[in-house]
Structure formats: C-alpha cells, structure tokens
DNA sequence: GGAGCCTAAGTTGCATACAATCGCGAGACC
DNA sequence: GGTCTCGCGATTGTATGCAACTTAGGCTCC
C-alpha cells in the first residue's frame, strides 16, 4: 500500500475508534513518526480527512480532529434522511435482481448476527454494507460519495452500537421493511421506509444523551 | 495569499472558464513553472480540486479536468434540487430580516443588470450570490458546503450565460417567487419553488444540447 | 509479420531541508 | 501590578532532490 493511502486509512481508523478523540491535535511530525512516513504523505492524508469533514484545519496552527454538537448532528441527520431516502426511491426503479438477492442475504446474516450479543461490531459491517448497496442501486453515481461523506462521523457509526436488543430488532425489521419496498417497485414507499429508519436512528440518538 | 491558495484559485478559474477543457491533463511540474510556486502547492490545490469533484486523479498517472456526461449532469440537478429544495424550505423558518432584505436587492440589482445584455456576467453572479444567501439562511451547517460541492460544475455555471432574454426573464421571476415563499414563512411553498427553480434549469440545459 | 520484452523518457510519489508563521513567556516599561 | 513588546520554541508551509511507477518506442525472437 502506498503511503498516503497508509496515513489515510490508519488516521481515520484511528479518529472512529476514540484512538485521535474530538478535539486532538493531529501534529504532523509526530504523526509520521508514529506511521513510519515522512510529513509529506501525512499532510495529503490530514487534507484528504478534512476535505471529508473529519478533521478541522486551522492555517498555520494545526489540524484538529472535528468536534460535533447536538445541532450539528441533528443537521447532518436530516440531511442523510433526504439523500439517503432518494437513494432508496431510486434504487426502488433500478436495484438488479442481484442486488436485491445480496440485500435479503445482508438482512438474514444480520438477523443471525444480532442473535449473539458478542457480534454487535458484525451487524453495523453488515449494516454498512446494507446501505451502501442501497446507494449503489440507485444507479446514480453522485449519491453514494456523497452519503458516504455523512456517514462515517464517529457518532453515526457508534450510534448502532448503544442500541438494546429490542431496539437492534426495530433497526433491522425497518431494512426488511425497505428492502421490501424496494422489492416491489414501490418508489415513495422505499423513499419514506428509508427515511423513517434515518429519522428513527436520530431520535434515538437525542434520547441516549 | 499563500501559494496553495494561489495555485487552488488559479487552476480552479483556469478549468471554469475553459483554458484547461474537460479531459486535459494538469501536469505538476508544467503548472508549478506557470504558476511561480513548487510543486508541492501544486500537488495540493489539485488534491482539493480532486475532492471538490471538479477533477480526477488516477494514481501515478496524473490529474485530468473532470468531463461530465448528460446522465450525469442530470443527477447532479436532482440532487441539486433536494438539497436546495431543504435549504430553502429551512430558510423560509429561519431567514432573519436583514437576509430578507438583502435578497430583495439581490433580486432587484439582477432585473437592473439583466436589462443590459452585456452585463450577463454580472447577473451570473448576482444569482451565485442570491441562492448562497439561501443556503446561509437555512441556518443548517452542513448545506452550504455541500450545495457548494455541486453548483461549481463548470457546466452548471455557465447554463446561465446561454439563456435568452426571455428565458432569463422566467428565471428572475422564479427567485422572486421563492423570496415570496421565504417572505411568507411558508415551507413547502419555498421548497417547491426553489425545486421548480432548479428542475427549470435542468430542462432548458437538456433542450440546449 | 506479429507478439512480447526491454529500455528510456517523463511523470508522479515520497523524503528531507529550509523558510515563514504563530503562540507563549520573560522582561521592561508605564 | 498590569500591559506591552520582543524573542524563542514549536509547528506548519514550501522547495527541491531522489525513488518508483507508467507508458511508449524499438528491438528481438518466434
């Protein structure tokens, strides 16, 4: 692998799992020492992270791993309830025969996944996967960089983790509930059923706080 | 200014106004000698040309303008739509007086500028300047950064520049008609303008071609 | 004659050295 | 005692040199 995809990958990994927490200053030197890369490789990455919202940079003082507020995320919640929801509408006019074969099998290995309490980091992969091939249904090529802009914030993806067993259930009925939408053609059914599920995850998120 | 910017609003202005067409190549070491910096500056601007989407980079071969095909130039103004269609929707419950009123001289310095047929550009950028308002009175964070992302298309831009006299007409009118919208605080009456709005501009760029 | 390889030129990828800038703290002055 | 200024340490910004990769051309071999 090359070097900044490297720096790339190792930083963002290290900013979802709490490694960078919000706030942190992400100094370049001493980060390519730790990533064994010069700075060079290690700025493009900082660039690359910013560019995608992860991190702030504040010229000639540093970059800083990005903090969110409630607002903030309340936003960013609606604003994926909107693309996410076109998403599904199209995918409901598009998705293969395929893709529709691979999002049933996605919802059974999640079902099977959520019955062992241990595998709650194999359901939100399983649950990546879920989505993304929704996006990528739509047939449309700007929706799928777009969401996955949104979707990769540090709260988003651990919001699946705090979930109880009853609430994993409801989470994983409403993939049933798209995918059958998107089964049957049915464009504002996919689009609301999406919606709801995005929505649904957000009001989740305020009460947990 | 300091030599990234420099080399970021140079190239960025060099592909939107046509001196480097869709599918020419950005050569490092050629642009860095034209633009008076090295060539790390350089490799940075093209860096966030490349994630503003206006082009693309194959590793170790290189950085090309973006080109864009009909399909996608449509889903562009679909998902311009949605999300200028919230923005204005949020805008019509939030927008606070001063915007209002800054709209309104937006309007009415573009009915001025559009009665000189030479003025053409300065009426492009009135309109920039009026739907960024928008955006920024939606009180959302997130939106205009990713509104932004869409409408800097060189091909988005100059769809204005093509218009009849006539067509220019029903635009203006258009944006007096979602300030209207804003003005009464009625949300689905903004969001649907603003859509019409952009869904308007889509057709006349489908019938020009 | 055609396919494959090999070499060389040109380009990008990365590392490192130097320059510019910022922030903080010590000191002087009011 | 408080405030302003100067200077130093630390960090980012930029330039340049070398390494690695890609591609195109010509050559050899089949």
Redesign the pocket.
């Known amino acids: ?6 720096a790339y990958a190792t930083l963002r990994k290290g900013i979802l799992d709490g490694t960078y927490p919000p706030g942190a ?6 980060l ?1 020492g730790h990533l ?9 990455a ?1 660039r690359r992270l910013h560019s995608e919202g992860l991190i702030e ?7 800083y791993v990005r903090t969110w507020t409630r607002a903030q995320l309340d936003e960013l919640f609606s604003v994926r309830a909107l693309l996410e929801g076109h998403a599904a509408a199209l995918a409901a006019q598009h998705a293969t025969d395929a893709q529709r074969t691979v999002m049933a099998v996605l919802c059974d290995d999640m079902d099977e996944a959520a019955a062992e309490p241990t595998d709650i980091q194999r359901v939100a992969g399983l649950n990546d996967r879920f989505h993304a091939l929704v996006h990528e249904s739509s047939a449309n090529s700007l929706l799928p960089g777009m969401i996955r802009g949104l979707i990769q914030v540090p709260v988003v993806l651990r919001t699946f983790l705090g979930y109880s067993p009853e609430r994993l259930r409801i989470s994983l009925q409403q993939h049933r509930e798209i995918l059958s939408a998107i089964r049957a053609h049915d464009v504002p059914w996919a689009e609301s059923a999406m919606r709801t599920h995005i929505l649904s995850a957000r009001h989740e998120l305020d009460a947990s706080s």
Chains 1, 2 share one sequence.
């Open positions: 692998m090359n070097a900044v995809e490297h200053q992400l100094a370049e030197v001493e390519a064994s890369v010069s700075r060079t490789p290690v700025r493009e900082i940079v504040f010229p000639n003082r540093g970059a």
